[in-house]
């Protein structure tokens, strides 16, 4: 052992012998020598702790020249150097050492400092750190390996582990390796080989590690993944038709999902380009005289000119109030972009302002798609978060799904513009790409236009009407026409004198639909043409839609309503389509208008807020309305009534305050419902700040009940203020929606807040729950109310979303005082958990929490995780046992690779692999089973899961 020992300190002492010394060094420097000096508050580490007691001298060097020396002076318990180094030169590299006195050495410290005249470096609160070490090995230190990806086939690159080691002593290392299952590697010297097996994909991790070949055996590493890909095909784009129309049509949009073959099923993405031939407009002499004007507001913009360049000089933007120029700027090269710094003059609020864009490369002059309204002062865009300016003159819109819509900048424009499409693969290895391209062309000749011919739906024996399609039909070039007829096989249509369509049918007692093309063509050499589709019907009968009673809608205080299905409440004999409308019922006053006011002398700062009003689900209209603005204490901030701004019902609110960061809340008084409402949503106060504007108004929603369109004709509603209880009437209407009788019913649905039983419920899941950060990924349970009798009779059930600390609020309606339930919970994939004793609403009111003991569920059926109490995870095929099944279920989904919101996923990540396994692998081995009180003996477990395991 001694000898080892011996051993190990020899390689130490060959590795790191510092300077001795038999005294302190001499170092002195002379400051009338140097014209400039710098300030370094500095903390010296020693062996990467604090330095040793004694003698400690810092130095500060220009090569062998001393440039500045100090000792340490404590503070707070810690030492620090205050050193101050000399210099000739305006910059300069310092090096340092530092005297120990306790080893009588001089260490270099690992660190080296470039100064400034006059520069500070380092503070007491955060020191300039120095590195020094004596007798001290290093660990290796393995990092940056990269990643690697590759397709099927392909090789992954040979590592040179050396460039990604640092060993500050040079000590030999031995490179190895772990791995996952399936990467194969091989390392000779320092070059590691990583293959894997002919056909595989996936992903693998390798952790390579250097350790020192001496006697300390100190060791670095490095994780690496690797992943092998299917092989990528590129998406192939097929030639996209271009499209030609008149000056007053609109081209059509263009499917471009439909013109791409794309093989392996990769996401998309769509771009397009003007591919633009040089123009030769003229530069146009755009002037504005400020002095004209008594008001301006300012626009910082950039503009995207796709195909074009906004890079060249004297591009020029301008806005313009009808065709008067009232502002133009040139483009100025601004952090990587060009922006246009452009002031716009007027005499008028409420100016809709247009703009045009020069570009001096391509020599063109286009219309812009943006318009705004002008506002005194106001300010549209910064330099770091421009307004955009989409210029051009065809404009390309693409949804993420491939649906290109296109629309003319300037109505008046006509030409050809060649426009590249294309389509890239997302989420893929090499990102394939492949382009087309199409001609968008406008003529100079109006296409005749045929439209809003009126369907029609009749019963037997009534007759289809006639149509007079010159009422239909706009020709404004005087061109002859021809009138088309398609897609007709029953209904038979005759072109009589004065373009009157007869229509009958064909056999006379066909009923049915059908969708005829009505075209209208010119007869030129162009043959522009547009076309109607009309829907004609005849039907044998026509019945009523009829609502059955809808049950009143509950919901706790501050909380949501279930999504009322209006659609399951109606009987409709005729399959005919609903159209399905609801208004909040007005009932009778009970409020008169408030006598709001307010002083605006006894605060010194403001804001100014611009908003439109929807109050109990309808635009407001008319003055008599009031909107008013709240500080977090009550105090009245601001007060206004509406204004009318063109179309527009405005509120111009001044907020008032003393101070910044007030979360700013409003009430709103209806003057036709005659009751005072809270309104969604807050603001921040800020001085000065502007929210809204006339032409962008902010958009307010005020009432107590919160009622919008759910899925398939639903009404979802929520409650707007978390303290409100009590009850609004909602009127529904559903109308046949394409009938000749439009026939209708109307019921009213009464929703209910805080009048129902609520349960105040904590539950967490075992599997969705973290006891480390004591959160709970969101989810749904259904939690069921049993009468305690013997029967168990099921009372009322709700689903409910818990929220990441397993809290919810629930309303029961047919929840009463005097009898006494358990509480059932379920979830998708828990064991189901009763409460352990009955439980009884007081006032309406319960609470329960399971998480808090295990005597809170019935036969102590949970299990722990840190503090708390979980339901317990694994019964993916619910059927009261975690068991071999629920293993079988979880293991093939696994082995599937299923991904989503599964009953196999158990601890929420989305995905079903080895963790969600093991969840359902320690709820079998530990026998999770249901008890309840009419199972309250532990039932035998069918084919249990059993085996020595390691938990």
């Given at each position: 052992m001694k000898k080892s020992l011996s051993f190990f300190i020899?390689?130490?002492?060959?590795?790191?012998?510092?300077?001795?010394?038999?005294?302190?060094?001499?170092?002195?420097?002379?400051?009338?020598?140097?014209?400039?000096?710098?300030?370094?508050?500095?903390k010296v580490m020693y062996n990467n702790g604090s330095i040793p007691e004694g003698t400690v001298i810092l130095g500060a060097f220009a090569g062998n020249e001393v440039r500045g020396t100090a000792t340490p002076l404590s503070f707070g318990g810690e030492k620090y150097f205050f050193l101050t180094v000399y210099t000739n030169n305006s910059s300069e590299n310092i090096t340092f050492k530092v005297y120990f006195g306790s080893v009588d050495s001089v260490l270099d410290a690992s660190e080296q400092l470039t100064i400034l005249a006059n520069g500070v470096y380092?503070?007491?609160?955060?020191?300039?750190?120095?590195?020094?070490?004596?007798?001290?090995?290093?660990?290796?230190?393995?990092?940056?390996?990269?990643?690697?990806t590759v397709e099927s086939g392909s090789s992954f690159a040979v590592i040179n582990l050396s460039n990604y080691l640092v060993e500050q002593e040079n000590d030999p290392v031995i490179w190895s390796y772990r791995k996952n299952a399936h990467i194969l590697v091989n390392i000779s010297d320092s070059t590691a080989t990583v293959t894997y097996p002919a056909l595989w994909t996936g992903t693998d991790t390798v952790i390579f590690r250097a350790t020192e070949n001496n006697a300390s055996g100190l060791y670095g590493e490095d994780t690496v993944v690797f992943s092998v890909v299917r092989i990528d095909h590129a998406p192939l784009f097929n030639?996209?038709?271009?499209?030609?129309?008149?000056?007053?049509?609109?081209?059509?949009?263009?499917?471009?999902?439909?013109?791409?073959?794309?093989?392996?099923?990769?996401?998309?993405?769509?771009?397009?380009?003007?591919?633009?031939?040089?123009?030769?407009?003229?530069?146009?002499?755009?002037?504005?005289?400020?002095?004209?004007?008594?008001?301006?507001?300012?626009?910082?913009?950039?503009?995207n000119f796709p195909g074009g360049t906004i890079n060249g000089n004297n591009n020029l933007l301008a806005a313009f109030v009808g065709g008067q120029v009232r502002g133009v700027a040139s483009g100025i090269n601004f952090a990587g972009k060009q922006l246009f710094f452009l002031t716009i003059y007027s005499n008028t609020v409420g100016d809709s302002i247009t703009f045009r864009y020069?570009?001096?490369?391509?020599?063109?002059?286009?219309?812009?798609?943006?318009?705004?309204?002008?506002?005194?002062?106001?300010?549209?865009?910064?330099?770091?978060?421009?307004?955009t300016i989409d210029a051009g003159d065809v404009y390309v819109s693409i949804n993420q799904n491939g649906l290109a819509s296109f629309a003319r900048n300037d109505a008046t424009w006509f030409g050809s513009n060649r426009i590249r499409f294309t389509v890239r693969d997302t989420g893929t290895l090499n990102g394939y790409q492949d382009t087309t391209s199409a001609v968008y062309t406008v003529l100079n000749d109006n296409t005749?236009?045929?439209?809003?011919?009126?369907?029609?739906?009749?019963?037997?024996?009534?007759?289809?009407?006639?149509i007079s399609l010159n009422t239909y039909i706009t020709e404004l070039d005087g061109d002859g026409i021809t009138i088309s007829i398609f897609n007709n096989t029953h209904v038979q249509v005759n072109i009589g004198s004065g373009n009157v369509a007869n229509i009958s049918v064909t056999p006379p007692d066909w009923s049915g639909t059908e969708h005829v093309i009505f075209r209208v063509t010119d007869n030129t050499a162009n043959a522009l043409y547009t076309q109607d589709?009309?829907?004609?019907?005849?039907?044998?009968?026509?019945?009523?839609?009829?609502?059955?009673?809808?049950?009143?809608?509950?919901?706790?205080?501050?909380?949501?309503?279930?999504?009322?299905?209006?659609?399951?409440?109606?009987?409709?004999?005729?399959?005919?389509?609903?159209?399905?409308s609801y208004s909040i019922k007005q009932m009778p006053p009970n409020v008169s208008s408030p006598s709001w006011v307010i002083n605006p002398s006894l605060f010194q700062q403001n804001m100014t807020v611009t908003a439109?009003?929807?109050?109990?689900?309808?635009?407001?209209?008319?003055?008599?309305h009031k909107l008013a603005a709240y500080a977090p204490n009550g105090e009245l901030r601001g007060v206004a009534t509406p204004l009318q701004f063109g179309n527009k019902w405005l509120y111009f609110l001044t907020v008032y305050a003393n101070g910044a960061g007030e979360n700013i809340t409003f009430k709103f008084y209806d003057a036709v419902m005659q009751k005072i409402y809270p309104v969604q949503g807050s603001v921040v106060f800020a001085s000065n700040a502007i929210l809204g504007s006339p032409s962008s108004p902010l958009q307010m929603n005020a009432g107590y009940i919160m009622f919008t369109a759910g899925p398939n004709r639903g009404i979802a509603a929520a409650t707007m203020d978390s303290t409100w209880t009590g009850t609004e009437t909602l009127t529904v209407i559903a109308t046949d929606a394409v009938t000749p009788n439009h026939y209708g019913d109307t019921t009213e649905v009464l929703y209910q807040v805080g009048g129902a039983a609520e349960l105040q419920l904590t539950v967490l899941l075992e599997g969705l729950y973290n006891a480390a950060t004591d959160m709970m990924i969101a989810d749904s349970v259904s939690v069921v109310l049993i009468r305690t009798s013997g029967l168990y009779e099921r009372v009322d059930s709700m689903l409910t979303k818990l929220t990441n600390r397993g809290s919810s609020n629930i309303a029961f309606a047919a929840a009463n005082q005097t009898d006494s339930y358990y509480l059932v919970i379920k979830h998708r994939n828990s064991i189901e958990t009763w409460s352990r004793l009955p439980m009884q609403f007081v006032n309406n009111f319960a609470v329960y929490n399971f998480s808090t003991d295990s005597a809170k569920a019935y036969g102590n059926n949970m299990r722990k995780k840190g503090a708390k109490w979980c339901l317990m995870s694994g019964d993916v095929n619910q059927d009261g046992f975690v068991d071999f099944s629920d293993l079988t279920q979880v293991d093939n989904a696994s082995f599937n690779y299923l991904s989503g919101y599964l009953p196999e996923d158990l601890n929420g990540d989305n995905f079903v692999d080895f963790s969600d396994l093991t969840i359902a692998d320690n709820g079998a081995y530990n026998y999770s089973i249901l008890i309840s009180p009419q199972y309250p003996v532990k039932r035998p477990v069918p084919n249990p899961v059993r085996g020595n395991r390691n938990r």
């Open positions: 020899a390689i130490l002492l060959c590795h790191f012998t510092p300077a001795q010394q038999k005294s302190p060094p001499a170092w002195q420097v002379n400051p009338n020598q140097y014209q400039y000096n710098a300030t370094v508050t500095a380092g503070s007491l609160s955060d020191p300039y750190l120095l590195h020094t070490f004596f007798l001290f090995n290093h660990a290796p230190v393995v990092s940056g390996i990269p990643n690697q030639s996209i038709p271009g499209q030609t129309i008149g000056k007053n049509t609109l081209f059509a949009p263009a499917n471009l999902r439909s013109y791409v073959t794309e093989t392996d099923g990769d996401s998309l993405a769509w771009s397009y380009m003007y591919i633009t031939a040089g123009g030769n407009d003229a530069v146009p002499v755009w002037t504005v005289n400020p002095a004209l004007f008594n008001a301006s507001m300012t626009v910082t913009a950039e503009v020069y570009d001096t490369t391509v020599m063109k002059n286009v219309a812009v798609k943006q318009k705004t309204t002008f506002v005194t002062n106001a300010s549209l865009g910064t330099p770091s978060v421009p307004y005749p236009l045929i439209s809003a011919i009126p369907d029609q739906s009749v019963v037997a024996p009534q007759s289809f009407s006639s589709t009309v829907t004609l019907n005849l039907r044998s009968t026509d019945n009523t839609p009829v609502f059955g009673t809808i049950p009143t809608q509950f919901a706790a205080r501050g909380g949501s309503f279930q999504t009322l299905n209006i659609l399951s409440y109606i009987t409709e004999t005729d399959g005919d389509s609903l159209a399905i439109e009003l929807t109050s109990a689900g309808i635009k407001t209209t008319g003055t008599l």
